[in-house]
């Protein structure tokens, strides 16, 4: 496809908003659901949708869609959907997230001033709470969206500070009795394309600036509460404490141990809260949140298994108490093969090639979770074929300022996805 610039490039979209939901504390972004910064970059997103004279709207679930609806018999065709999510963790990058889903805004410039009439309806899609930053369970929005996450489950969450999520949602307007699986907009969708921008080093070792997805490791999140005995960190003498920080800190070593020893096994304690939390008080209870993934579910839950057990251990051994309960868990996904086999073909002609400045397009697998892998993985005849390009990250890093990726790396991105949806509405 020979791309004009027809409007904002890749790059400048992410530069106007890159002011928004700065973090000053931890460096990077803070964007979480219903946040003023995620509220902003909400409404800067329905502007720009609407600014291209796409029909916007905010499904039960709080996720933002806006579509470009050919006239005639097309627009009753299912949908082609690409978007993404701009909510962040604490501290993170400018990159995850919001470079799939100002891509897909560039990408409707781009579609237009190649002059395409889409054979059927193109959606672009915010998720809420892909990061799970605030209420604690990854993708959220999608999961309510294919019933993969009750929304009792939901109604259930809080936040750090005690919000719930109905309370949270009623402050911007969003009605949380309305949470639920939405599968009549499911039926209206052929297929999901999500470009994210690359949370490892395989496109920068490979020299490439593009890639497809291949699958994503199962993955899930537990939390586990230690209790022991409060006391004073001067009077109290040391063998006659029951600090639940001890058995904590070993659950970390645990997790560190049981993960290196496995083939693409991982486990993280990033986040750990003492109660009371004082420099002179032995903690009477401490919150302990682990990231766990693995291959398969089995193998993701057999390696928790050993680390809950070692958990259990350590309690015991300080004269502590240990409930740990299971937050979200989701199986391995693998894209669906014959929509990622199209995609491949159409960015493998010598001039899409070309277009990305690519020798080549490797399929990767990714150990970071994703909405499209939610909605691969939905239960029954809710599941939607998808498939992800990701972009290449210099650093490698995400979930961190250090994320990166270069403006013309962007700019292929946006070409790349432009090829391919031009392919998928023709
Ligand atoms: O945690 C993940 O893998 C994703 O970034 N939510
Ligand atoms: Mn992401
Ligand atoms: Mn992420």
Do not use: K
């Amino acid at each position: 496809m020979t791309t004009t610039t027809a409007g904002p490039t890749v790059p400048a979209l992410l530069r106007a908003i890159a002011d928004t939901g700065r973090d000053r504390t931890r460096g990077g972004y803070s964007r979480h659901l219903f946040s003023d910064a995620e509220m902003d970059l909400r409404e800067w997103f329905l502007a720009e949708a609407t600014a291209r004279g796409l029909e916007t709207e905010i499904d039960r679930n709080a996720n933002l869609w806006a579509w470009w609806r050919p006239g005639g018999a097309a627009a009753q065709e299912r949908a082609i959907v690409t978007g993404s999510h701009l909510d962040s963790v604490p501290g993170g990058g400018a990159f995850d997230g919001p470079l799939g889903v100002v891509s897909a805004l560039a990408t409707v410039d781009l579609l237009r001033a190649a002059g395409l009439q889409p054979r059927r309806p193109l959606g672009i899609v915010v998720f809420a709470e892909e990061e799970g930053g605030r209420f604690g369970v990854a993708c959220l929005g999608s999961r309510l969206l294919t019933g993969t996450t009750t929304p009792d489950a939901a109604l259930a969450l809080t936040d750090p500070d005690g919000n719930t999520l109905a309370e949270s949602a009623a402050r911007v307007g969003v009605d949380a009795t309305r949470f639920g699986a939405d599968p009549d907009r499911l039926d209206r969708i052929a297929c999901f394309v999500e470009l994210h921008v690359e949370q490892g080093r395989g496109l920068i070792d490979l020299g490439q600036p593009i890639a497809l997805a291949s699958s994503v490791l199962a993955h899930g999140r537990w939390h586990l509460r230690f209790t022991g005995e409060g006391n004073h960190a001067g009077a109290t003498p040391m063998d006659s404490r029951h600090d639940p920080l001890l058995p904590a800190a070993q659950t970390v070593l645990a997790a560190r141990r049981a993960a290196a020893a496995g083939e693409s096994l991982r486990a993280t304690v990033g986040r750990l809260r003492p109660h009371p939390g004082g420099t002179n008080v032995i903690a009477s209870a401490v919150d302990l949140w682990m990231d766990a993934r693995g291959p398969d579910a089995p193998v993701t839950q057999a390696m928790v298994a050993e680390i809950a057990a070692a958990a259990h251990e350590a309690a015991a051994a300080e004269g502590c108490r240990v409930e740990i309960r299971e937050e979200s868990a989701s199986g391995a996904v693998h894209f669906d093969l014959a929509l990622r086999d199209q995609l491949h073909s159409a960015l493998t002609t010598p001039a899409a090639l070309a277009g990305t400045g690519a020798t080549g397009l490797p399929v990767l697998a990714t150990g970071a979770g994703h909405d499209a892998a939610i909605l691969g993985a939905a239960p029954g005849t809710r599941r939607i074929p998808t498939a992800m390009l990701f972009v290449r990250n210099p650093t490698g890093v995400s979930h961190s300022p250090a994320e990166f990726a270069e403006d013309d790396d962007c700019e292929r991105g946006g070409t790349a996805l432009a090829t391919v949806l031009t392919q998928l509405l023709s």
